[in-house]
């Protein structure tokens, strides 16, 4: 459908030349996989027993052990504890896993067409069985099965995307909105489970979407069969989510159709082994990423060969509200499903919609209120983060900072605890926080918004004539 960018402007932060040692520093050298430090003062020589095989050897038992942690704690990780003593302070496996599943979010950001100008606006930019690979994510160990559609009839303006060039346009009434992917052989070992996952675009930089939303409640039944006919959700993801167009052929069948015939399917394929299915999004992204996860157990999606059920949860980035108190109490207890919300404490999506009654208001109030249609309340564990902890942020970033998902990602990696100090972890290249926005602060040298196409995609011919 949609050819491939052959190149990438990448911005990265300038880094220093060469370092200068003090000159009454030990030198270092490698002699026959020993290492030997010398100091320049005639002392004795100290020589490290550790050869280079055996170093090696020492890594390969730690990411062994690594690796067996995961296999063994992967329940507790996707909240079978509700995350107890995981977030405060953080755990380092938990917070890998994060990041992991906050990256195939963000990868629905990379591979979507957001060009104008491009007949393939609001496409994905690769094809299905190359999309890690184009993405260079194949060490995610995951292979794309199905790419996910929405239709662009409904009023989410800064959510679709549509080509100015309405001859060529790919489709008149679709939006690529996500992904499924499953885990290959390798990475199911390591993972102590076959790990189904879906994955949903939000909106990258805009969080005027907010004010799109009908902000209206509306039965989730008959659009998701559920039997607790008090269960309502925003009128505007129910309608993002089931609605259809069918006289196209990539939103023939509506979103929520897509996921559940895909995640049935995966579930067959394999029912002999332990499936997870965990679903992630960021923004708009994550409010279908919790309603996709509601409707996949509810309708019993997620129940296997011989009754065997997969452990369905949520990690949900700069989330809005969804729905009102009887789904919070039929999603968290009846449902058993585990979602938890990442969020920075700046960002005003996650206090959208109902900013009047919520659950912050009081028991007594929300009794009162909780048959209004504006009564909305979130969902699931919360995970707080705040930009003004990082040093390396512009503490007055506009909104759509706030709402950056790559932003998310450099907190979640600086992040230890709620009253910890910030510091970073992993290494995580802070060049990518400006992909999309402009938050760091200018000494790190990063140029805002650099991620681009070269020449937009715009390739010289040859045997054409510059003008004489």
């Not at 104008?116 to 690769?126: E, F, L, Q, V």
């Not at 885990?183 to 790990?195: E, M, P, Q, V, Y």
């Not at 993002?240 to 049935?264: F, H, M, N, P």
Request: hydrophobic letters at 35%; aromatic letters at 10%.
């Amino acid at each position: 459908m949609a050819t491939s960018i052959s190149n990438i402007l990448v911005a990265l932060p300038k880094t220093q030349q060469g370092c200068t040692f003090r000159s009454d520093q030990p030198k270092l050298s490698l002699s026959q996989n020993v290492l030997t430090l010398t100091p320049k003062k005639p002392n004795p020589t100290f020589t490290c027993k550790a050869t280079l095989s055996s170093t090696l050897e020492t890594s390969h038992q730690q990411e062994e052990q690594k690796q067996k942690a995961i296999a063994d704690a992967w329940r507790k990780i996707h909240g079978e504890d509700d995350w107890a003593g995981l977030l405060d302070p953080m755990d380092p496996l938990m917070r890998a896993e994060l990041t992991r599943y906050g990256e195939m979010a963000q990868s629905c950001y990379d591979a979507f067409d957001f060009d104008p100008y491009s007949k393939y606006c609001g496409s994905c930019r690769y094809p299905l069985e190359e999309f890690f690979e184009s993405l260079d994510l194949t060490h995610m160990g995951y292979t794309t099965t199905r790419y996910l559609y929405a239709t662009a009839n409904i009023n989410l303006p800064n959510f679709f995307r549509k080509s100015r060039w309405p001859d060529t346009m790919w489709s008149r009434h679709a939006n690529w909105a996500g992904y499924i992917a499953v885990s290959d052989d390798a990475t199911s070992k390591r993972l102590g489970r076959r790990d189904i996952t879906v994955a949903w675009r939000g909106t990258v930089t805009h969080v005027e979407w907010v004010a799109d939303l009908m902000n209206f409640l509306k039965p989730i039944s008959p659009d998701v069969p559920c039997a607790d006919k008090g269960v309502k959700v925003e009128a505007g993801f129910l309608d993002l989510y089931t609605d259809r167009e069918t006289t196209c052929g990539y939103c023939k069948y509506s979103a929520r159709e897509q996921v559940l015939a895909e995640v049935k399917r995966l579930m067959e394929m394999y029912g002999d082994e332990e499936v997870s299915v965990t679903i992630t999004g960021h923004s708009l992204g994550s409010a279908m990423a919790v309603l996709s996860a509601f409707d996949i157990v509810e309708t019993g999606v997620s129940v296997g060969k011989g009754g065997r059920r997969a452990h369905v949860s949520v990690f949900s980035f700069s989330g809005p509200r969804v729905g009102n108190v009887r789904f919070k109490e039929r999603l968290e207890k009846k449902l058993g499903i585990k979602v938890l919300r990442v969020h920075n404490t700046h960002d005003m999506v996650p206090q959208s919609p109902g900013f009047f009654f919520n659950e912050d208001s009081p028991q007594w109030v929300l009794k009162l209120a909780q048959g209004l249609p504006w009564c909305y309340l979130h969902v699931g564990v919360e995970l707080e983060l705040d930009h003004k902890k990082s040093p390396y942020l512009n503490p007055k970033g506009d909104a759509a900072c706030a709402h950056n998902l790559e932003a998310h990602l450099h907190l979640l990696d600086g992040y230890h605890g709620r009253n910890r100090a910030f510091e970073r972890t992993t290494g995580r290249d802070l060049a990518l926080v400006n992909k999309d926005c402009d938050f760091l602060k200018d000494e790190h040298s990063v140029p805002p918004r650099w991620r681009q196409d070269l020449n937009k995609n715009m390739v010289k011919t040859e045997g054409l004539l510059g003008a004489g």
